[in-house]
């Protein structure tokens, strides 16, 4: 059988899932995995060449909450497709002044914050402790900031990203906290992504979308709730419009980046602790497409 040629995954955040759902043809691909469903059918297609396999994140219509997304299924799914890399994006609240809303942002930090999601693929039978001090891949960061200047809106190029658990925003007590511990960027979605991505042996990094200003700033004079949540959505779309084009521009050059692959590619290779004799064959088959080349 021939090997399954390396694509790039995208995972389209808020906004993004719909206006790529919208624009990318291909073909659809909707299986069960052994963590489940993912959340949406993935479609594969190219970009000027480049393989590539799309996934709305919060699902068709936007219909899973950020707790309640299948992250284990969704890149289990990728993986299985052939993803070695991973271009995520999502809608964020800035922590500083100078991210504004409709700039882009490649973060290249996280403090995670979340705790009712499943962030491991190894909490049964095997164990393996990866390395996570930078969670995102600073080749995938270069090749998305590398097509800065031809994006149309300022590209900041390095930011902490704090993951909330929500689906309530934060306490202005809690926004002046996250602040103050230095984070830039407040969102609910690359976390546990990312750690995933990293355990399936794939490159991540993510386009961060901010869309308002967290509740640590004061609004300026009256605000009418309703204008302001049009505002919001009007800055999503804006940005989403960059995003898509900066996604695009960045992988229809990622060729080279794909063919060469990336330290990433074999982040379990020291990492699984288990003695592999005690390991079920029950694990060994539920994990086989992340661990077989090690056991
Ligand atoms: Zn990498």
């Given at each position: 059988m021939a090997a399954i040629k390396p694509r790039i995954g995208i995972i389209g955040g808020s906004g993004l899932g719909h206006a790529m759902t919208q624009q990318t043809t291909g073909q659809e691909h909707y299986f069960e995995t052994p963590f489940g469903m993912p959340s949406a059918p993935i479609i594969t297609s190219e970009i000027n060449g480049v393989p590539i396999a799309f996934l709305a994140r919060h699902g068709r219509g936007h219909v899973f909450n950020p707790s309640v997304i299948n992250y284990r299924a969704n890149i289990y799914a990728l993986k299985s497709l052939g993803v070695t890399s991973i271009i995520a994006s999502g809608a964020v609240g800035s922590l500083?002044?100078?991210?504004?809303?409709?700039h882009l942002v490649i973060p290249d930090q996280v403090i995670d914050k979340t705790?009712?999601?499943?962030?491991?693929?190894?909490?049964?039978?095997i164990v393996a402790h990866v390395d996570f001090?930078?969670?995102?891949?600073d080749k995938l960061r270069k090749l998305l900031l590398s097509v800065a200047s031809e994006v149309n809106t300022t590209v900041h190029n390095k930011a902490t990203y704090v993951c909330m658990e929500g689906p309530q925003f934060s306490t202005r007590a809690e926004s002046l906290l996250h602040k103050s511990w230095g984070a830039h960027l407040i969102g609910m979605t690359c976390m546990p992504e990312a750690r995933l991505a990293r355990e399936a042996e794939m490159c991540y990094a993510l386009v961060a979308l901010p869309t308002d200003y967290d509740c640590w700033r004061e609004p300026k004079g009256d605000i009418d709730k309703h204008k302001l949540i049009a505002e919001i959505i009007g800055n999503l779309n804006e940005a989403t419009e960059n995003a898509v084009n900066m996604i695009k521009l960045a992988v229809s050059k990622a060729g080279d980046f794909l063919e060469q692959g990336c330290e990433h590619n074999s982040s379990l290779e020291l990492a699984i602790w288990s003695d592999k004799s005690k390991m079920s064959l029950k694990t060994k088959e539920k994990l086989n497409l992340l661990v077989k080349k090690y056991i």
């Open positions: 500083v002044e100078e991210m504004q809303p409709k705790f009712k999601r499943d962030n491991t693929f190894f909490d049964d039978g001090a930078w969670p995102f891949c």
